[in-house]
Structure formats: C-alpha cells, structure tokens
C-alpha cells in the first residue's frame, strides 16, 4: 500500500528535480534600481485584510527587514527606488480574488516600515490595478510605460527586485520586463536580480481552503510556491541573490 505524499516530501521532490541557484550580487558601481512590489498593508501586515497574513509570519517579516535595509541603502546612495502600491477602485473586482487593497481603506499604503518611502526623493510611486506591475505602469491616455521610462531615465543596466507575492505579482512583473529587455523598450538594462529574502508569499492549506468554499486550486502552500516562483524566474533568465552588497 502506498501513501499520499505529505507536503514535506513532495516540497522534498520539487526541490531536487526543479533547483534553483541562487549567487550573491554585489550592486558595485552598477547603475541600479530598487523596484519593490505591493509591500503593503493588504498583503503584508497582520490582520489588514482578506489578503494578508492572519497571524505574523517569519517570511513576510524578513521581506520587510531585507526591504527597509536594502531601501535605506539606496536612499543613502541617491540611487533610484521604484515601489508598486496594489491599488483598487471599490467595487471594481479583480478575478479570482476577493476585494482587496481598495482605494481608501488603507490597505493600499506602505506597510509602517515603509512608510517613510512616502516622502523619499529617490522613490518612485506607482499605483497598479492589477497583477503585472509592468501592465499596470502604462498610462491609459498616452501609453506610456512608466517602469520602461524610469529606467531609461536613470539609464539603469540592472534592477533589483523584491516584494509579495513571489509566484505572483512578483513573478509576472519579471517574467514580462525580461521580455520588455529583451525586445528592446530599455536598451540599457542588462540583469534583472531577484533577491530570495526580500520576496515573500502566503501560505493557504487545502483543509484551510475548503473550509472557505475555495477550490483546491486555491491551496498555496508558502515554502513550495516561494520556491517556484524563483524557478519559473531563473529559468526564464532572472538573477537570483542569495545575498545582496
């Protein structure tokens, strides 16, 4: 008789048949940018919504810390910061989530660690109404591309890229700037760096799912979905640091 695989096992397996590397990055004289993706209090702080954590959770934490570490540095270098607020208009859904992060509520702000981005020269706001923070830069009445603007602005050949939630809104704004690069709207963008503790994503058992009415095509468990969002990246040509100098 053969047993279902726990969690723990098939994590076990993902892990040894779909690896990722990870490589320190070391920013140097690197003309870089810090984008940071939706770190806000809908996603990250305890108790703020249906999206965010129910209870405090050592991974979204660590995002944070890596996050307000790796922000103030930049700051410190007048080097350019990019930070993506998850906004949505009340009413106005966003399948297959429920409301979450509406205009007004509060939920659509800097987590408190954050909040002093508010009033940093160097950051860059940019309220998105979905997923794709790149889809959700362009400008409805002219076009234009406010992420490919900010780099070609800066002239940046990397950025640095951490935020909530890694397999998620993380992921699809990679995975599309890697195809903006290499389609040439940023021509001297070279490496897109994902940095593995300053992402982060939620955990969602089955038990816990069907318990809501969800399908089972909502269960999220943290460590495995974490781990395939940075395959799915690397494996698309993103640089993952293990550490960042």
């Not at 906004?87 to 408190?112: A, S």
Request: one cysteine or more; glycine letters at 8%; aromatic letters at 6%.
């Amino acid at each position: 008789m053969t047993h279902a695989p726990t969690i723990e096992t098939a994590f076990e397996a993902v892990r040894e048949h779909l690896p990722v590397a990870a490589v320190p990055f070391d920013i140097g004289d690197r003309r870089c940018g810090l984008v940071i993706v939706d770190e806000v209090n809908g996603f990250a702080s305890v108790g703020a919504g249906a999206l965010a954590p129910p209870m405090p959770n050592e991974q979204v934490d660590r995002m944070i810390a890596e996050t307000d570490r790796l922000a103030r540095r930049f700051a410190e270098r007048d080097a350019p910061i990019l930070a993506f607020l998850d906004t949505h208009e009340p009413g106005k859904p966003e399948p297959p989530y429920p409301p979450h992060c509406e205009r007004g509520t509060g939920e659509e702000e800097l987590v408190p660690a954050l909040a002093w981005l508010t009033d940093c020269p160097q950051a860059t706001p940019i309220r998105k109404d979905c997923i794709n923070g790149f889809v959700g830069a362009i400008d409805r009445d002219s076009g234009e591309n406010h992420v490919a603007g900010w780099v070609n602005r800066g002239r940046l050949d990397s950025v640095l890229v951490v935020g909530i939630c890694t397999d998620i809104c993380v992921m699809d704004f990679v995975l599309t700037m890697l195809s903006a690069r290499n389609h040439g709207l940023m021509p001297t963008l070279v490496d897109i760096v994902v940095y593995d503790a300053g992402c982060a994503t939620y955990d969602l058992t089955k038990e816990t799912a069907r318990n809501l009415g969800l399908p089972d095509t909502a269960v999220h468990p943290q460590a495995m979905t974490h781990h395939l969002g940075l395959y799915f990246m690397a494996s698309r040509g993103a640089v993952l640091a293990s550490s960042v100098s």
